[in-house]
């Protein structure tokens, strides 16, 4: 299947980098490339782009997509390395940074990956399959409280506690293996009168799915990281899909932003508030209606843009 990914909010996102055309840039979540093809446009022959992804069919895809540009490095891992990857590389500091934390259509679609709540497909759900939990693990070992917690919080799903305990009143008689078995019990948790917005899975399966592939907890740390790896004046666009994750980017930098907390008489400051740059969206960039409408993943997106000092 093609490795297919309409990126979100492109020009916003390349408008947001502010690319020098002999800068060092960062694609930490490069799927199938179609942010960074226009990144290498801007960029000339001395400029470098780093592709990261942890799902090896992706930098396979993007390594295709790419083909005519030499100055591309293929790194497979994890954003969350970022500073680890850029030591080893002997790269000091980048001028900007992406990260789109969207799942791919190719990751969604493809059968064996069972991120997708529609036909029969493995509980699998890993981004990196070199990786050992996976959806299915999740399912059949999880205690009944942790599961309600990860889909209420992750999946902000109302009926997360019945779901929970069906899905373990389930497991008991036999272990579950496919999507399909997932939905069933899902869609016997929620009544039907409260079925009306979209796919009654598609909240626990994106729950399910940010557990298996700790989409979330690192975040906040990640953000930071990113910050320290940019030059002076060095960009980073993250673009979230989550509340959770959109929260996480925003505090990271309020605090990476800095703020003095000395008393307004006092003639100069005393607190030691340090600052690493500043926040260039006061609100989150959001998707045009038009690209909403052509692109329903676009509706959740949100943008936010930092400039190191």
């Known amino acids: 299947m093609e490795f297919k990914h309409k990126p979100v909010m492109l020009e916003e996102c390349i408008k947001g980098l502010n690319i020098k055309s002999n800068g060092i840039y960062v694609d ?10 226009e990144i290498l ?3 000339s022959t001395d400029g470098i782009l780093i592709g990261i992804d942890r799902d090896i069919e992706a930098l396979q895809a993007a390594q295709k997509n790419l083909e005519k540009y030499k100055n591309v490095k293929y790194i497979h891992d994890n954003h969350d390395n970022i500073k680890e990857i850029l030591e080893k590389m002997q790269v ?51 205690e009944e409280q942790e599961l309600a917690k ?37 869609e016997k948790s929620i009544p039907k009168s409260k079925q009306q917005n979209g796919h009654p899975a598609k909240r626990t399966f994106q729950a399910i799915r940010i557990e298996v592939n700790n989409e979330i907890k690192p975040l906040y740390n990640t953000v930071k990281q990113c910050i320290q790896c940019l030059k002076p004046q060095g960009r980073l666009c993250i673009i979230t899909f989550h509340s959770l994750e959109d929260r996480a980017v925003k505090n990271a930098y309020i605090e990476a ?16 508030a340090k600052s690493l740059g ?9 998707a045009s209606r038009e690209e909403q409408e052509e692109n329903s993943r676009s509706k959740s997106a949100k943008l936010r843009i930092f400039e190191r000092k």
Not at 257 to 272: I, N
């Open 278 to 286: 500043k926040i260039i969206t006061r609100k989150p960039i959001i």
């Open 92 to 142: 000091e500091k980048v001028d900007g940074i992406l990260l789109d934390l969207g799942v791919s259509s190719y990751q969604l679609d493809e059968r064996n990956r069972g991120f997708s709540y529609l036909g029969e497909n493995e509980l699998d759900m890993r981004m990196d399959k070199t990786q050992e939990l996976t959806a299915k693990t999740v399912i059949n070992t999880y």
């Open 150 to 186: 990860i889909i209420y919080e992750y999946g902000e799903e109302r009926f997360s506690r019945q779901i929970a305990k069906n899905i373990v009143q389930a497991r008991k008689e036999k272990e579950i293996t496919t999507t399909k078995q997932l939905v069933e019990i899902i």
């Open 28 to 37: 930490g979540t490069l799927g199938g490339a179609g942010h960074s093809k």
């Open 41 to 43: 446009k801007k960029l």
């Open 257 to 272: 932003q800095g703020k003095c907390t000395c008393p307004s008489d006092l003639p100069y400051c005393v607190c030691g």
